[in-house]
Structures are given as structure tokens and as C-alpha cells.
């Protein structure tokens, strides 16, 4: 069985914009699902624990967007539109709770059948991990100027650096030596971003 | 069976962010094939349910294929959602302005653009054309007629009528409409 139960605390009130959890919800929605699935390829519970963490701060997103809603409806138009938000947003809360039950294979110890591997290894995104090495260009680098992303297709979901994890890392980031990417991308972007964070490609 | 749980979850993972692209552009198309693929998901997860059913009489110890249901079980969710946000979209409300705003905010957008007749990029690969280069859009997927292939080569040759689906930042893809010789469809 699961480790904990999650115990809904009761929320406090605090005005915010909705666009602001628009964004927030669709991010972490979206890096749920790829942290379930490397949690699962890794066989690593301390990231399927951060997806469990990231589910209830889901749920805390849900709740003020839905109370924001109900204080913005003043006519028969608004609440039409807002009905779409809150369906943006019950829709998020169901991709993280999807990314929720592939975590708690790894949480609850459950045998991982091969086929599983092979059909994640097979996939178009895979997620791959790699460590910058001294000799990488990467190496004190800002994501903004790496330019992964439209250079060779490849996204970098979390950096682990010694002990800590650092999801969804800004452009403003600094990659160092001995940081450990998590990427998402096809398999030759991935080679790429290998190549690169040894040290052997210089330029991309 | 791997190779229809593999399909599954590209599905899904690309309905996602097709779903979010039309948010963006309140646009119908790329909604309608969201829910497109969200018949195909259905089918796939019709298909793995059996094999895993079929599967689990023949070993003896049935309990080993728990993580694929969980894994087909998520995937097919995850598709459902996106059919749901873009359900939004094809119901025609008048999406919120403030998905705009929020999808822009998010740093990568994900553009489609159609290969319009007379475009200069026909019969060219995207090596020739600097695709990548000119306008910082990385192609991660191309339609043509009823098939989707997967990140495109550096040899492929576009066509006419194909459709172009990229990552990248906003003022890519108006060079890359220009380049295709089309009009967004809204």
C-alpha cells in the first residue's frame, strides 16, 4: 500500500491571477508525467515520491482556481467562459492523477514487467539521464544560451545536483560540472545530448 | 504488446500538447484531431486489455502484469484529458482569452503550419532549406494524409499538403508560415 495517505488540509484564501494557475497547473501536470515515467525507468522512489508531493500541490491549484472562478462570475458570458477554465483545469487535475498511478508502481514496490521497458524505451520521448562531465561545453552554461530545446529537440525536466533535485529549471539556470540532466527527447536528440555532456561534441 | 503500449503512449503524450496548441489558437482543426486520436487510444487500450488478458492465463503468476495495467490504465486517462481540453475548443466557446496568455507564458509553443501549394520548401529536405537554422523550430512530427511520422530526418522531403508540427518560439513560426506559403487555419 501506499506510504501515506495524503490528508486534505483546509486551504486559506489568497487572491491570485487566474492565468498565473493556468500556467502553474499546466507545467507541473506536464512534468508529473514525465517524472512518473523516469521514476519508473530508473527505478527511483524518491522521484516517484516528488510526483505524490506534486499531486497535492496539484490539488491545492485546483481548489483556489475553482474558488477564483466561483468570485469572478458576474453574467451568463462569464460563466460560460469559466466554465472552460475549470475544465482546463479538472482536465490537469486527471493527468496528475494518472501521473499519480504510475508513480505508486514504484512506491509500492510493484514488479515491473519487461514489456513495460521495452514499450518506454521504444516510445518517441523517451527520458534519459547524463552527467556533465569537467571537458562538456555545457558546463557553466545557461539553458537559455544551450538552446537544447530548438537546436536538438531535447528538454531538460529536472538537473540533480549532489543531493537536491531541481525541477523544471528556469533559462536562467546555470548548468556545472557533475550536474545530472534528466532530459526528454527523441533517441537521436538524446545521443546528441549524451555526446555533448561527455565532452566529445563542442558545437550544436 | 509492447509495441501497442508504446503507440498508446505517444498518442497520448502528443494529444497533450496538441490539445494545449489549440487552446492557444482557438483553432477547430488541430482539436478534431485530438479527438481523432483519442478513438485511436480508445482502440489501442481495447487491444492491450485483451492481451494482457490472454497473456495472464497462460503464466502463473498473473499478479507480474499489475504494472501494465497500471501503465495502460494512466495512458488512456491521460488521453481522455487531452480530449477534454480540447473539447473546450470544439464546443466553441469563446476559449478565455486568458489561455492566451497562459500558453504563451509556458516556454516552448508548439506550432502547425500546412505546406501550401506553390510554398518554396516542396520536394526539399530540411537539410536543404536550414529548417532548423533560419527558424529555430525543431520539427518534432509531420502528417501526411492519414500518417503521422515521428521526428523527421535531416533527409526528409517535405511535400505538398503536409503538415508540420514544431517546438520552438514564436517568431519561428511566422517564418516558417511564410515558408509554407499558408495562412494559419482559424
Known sequence: MAKRRKVSRPFKYKPISVKDLLVEMKDISELMVDLAYSSILFKNKEIAEDVIELESRMDELNYRIRITAMLASRSVEDAERISAVLQFASASEKISNAAGDLSNIIIRDMKVHPIVYEALEDAEQIIEKYEVSSKSKLANMTLKRAELGSKIGTYIIAVKRKTSIKYNPSKGFVIREGDILIARGSNTGLEILKSICSGIKTKW | ?186
Do not use: W
Open chain 2, 1 to 186: 504488446m509492447a509495441d501497442v503500449l508504446t503507440q498508446m503512449k505517444n498518442n497520448s503524450e502528443l494529444m497533450v500538447a496538441l490539445s494545449y496548441t489549440a487552446l492557444l489558437y482557438n483553432n477547430r482543426y488541430i482539436a478534431e484531431e485530438v479527438i481523432e486520436l483519442e478513438e485511436i487510444v480508445d482502440k489501442l487500450n481495447y487491444e492491450m486489455g485483451k492481451k494482457i488478458l490472454s497473456k495472464a492465463s497462460k503464466v502463473s503468476t498473473p499478479e507480474d502484469l499489475l504494472s501494465l495495467i497500471h501503465i495502460t490504465e494512466a495512458t488512456e486517462a491521460i488521453a481522455d484529458a487531452a480530449a477534454e481540453i480540447a473539447d473546450i475548443v470544439t464546443r466553441g466557446i469563446d476559449a478565455h482569452p486568458i489561455f492566451k496568455e497562459a500558453m504563451k507564458e509556458t516556454d516552448q509553443i508548439i506550432a502547425r503550419v500546412k505546406i501550401c501549394s506553390k510554398s518554396i520548401i516542396i520536394d526539399k529536405t530540411f537539410q536543404e532549406i536550414k529548417l532548423q537554422s533560419k527558424t529555430g523550430i525543431y520539427i518534432f512530427l509531420v502528417k501526411r494524409d492519414k500518417d503521422y511520422i515521428y521526428s523527421p530526418k535531416k533527409n526528409f522531403t517535405v511535400r505538398e499538403g503536409d503538415i508540420l508540427y514544431g517546438i520552438g518560439m514564436e517568431s519561428g513560426v511566422e517564418k516558417l508560415q511564410e515558408l509554407a506559403n499558408c495562412k494559419p487555419q482559424i
